[in-house]
């Protein structure tokens, strides 16, 4: 809920390319979500997310 709406992408920009997206920790996807929301929104042809930790009961345990 605090990212929805956080991110804007230039469509001139990112129209047609394919984008890969990486997210330090990821706790529930919502920032990723939203990035590639206004990527798709300015006309983004594909979009890879990779996270590199996933928490684990809101704790960074899975960074470990």
């Known amino acids: 809920e605090n990212v929805k709406a956080a991110f804007y992408a230039s469509e001139s920009q990112v129209r047609d390319k394919n ?12 920032t ?10 300015a006309g983004a042809n594909r979009i890879i997310a990779v996270s590199l930790c ?11």
Do not use: W
């Open 19 to 30: 984008i890969i997206l990486v997210d330090d920790i990821s706790t529930r996807g919502e």
């Open 32 to 41: 990723l979500l939203s990035c590639a929301k206004a990527l798709k929104d």
């Open 54 to 64: 996933k928490t684990a009961h809101k704790t960074y345990d899975a960074c470990l």
